[in-house]
């Protein structure tokens, strides 16, 4: 199951599954982890057995947004949740309506995005030492 958050709560425990995934076992700075973006964005929980065990973003700019911070839990990894988490946010973007997500994905998840409809744009950056793509999907 995947839903918006919806309460302080469940605010925290996105962000717990964030630093648990990023900080903790990607080595991603905490300081750089929490950002400016993250009080005006949407954010998910994606639910596993009773418990939120994947998290992800969304930060709008007029008819464009952008997804951040996908993170599942390791033990979660092949249960689906990671593409159950970017369904609900097309079908939420479609409903605004929004004509194009981006985001910027680490370089070893580019297939599964790609298997999304995103399609890779420009060159290999590092961001917060690890590389990354952008990729965009159009809605429209």
Known sequence: ??????NPEER???LD??????VEEQGVPAELELDAQDGGAVHW???RAGQAVGTARLVR???????????????WRSSGLGRELMEEIHGWAKDQPLRQILLDAQVN???FYAKLGYQTEGE?????GILHQRMVRWLV
């Open 12 to 14: 925290q425990q996105a």
């Open 61 to 75: 700019f007029a008819d464009v947004a952008k997804v951040g911070r996908v993170a599942v839990l390791p033990e």
């Open 124 to 128: 290999i950056f590092e961001e917060a």
């Open 17 to 22: 599954i964030r630093r648990r995934v990023f």
């Open 45 to 47: 929980l994606g639910w």
């Open 109 to 111: 998840v580019i297939p």
């Open 1 to 6: 199951m995947v839903r918006l958050v919806q």
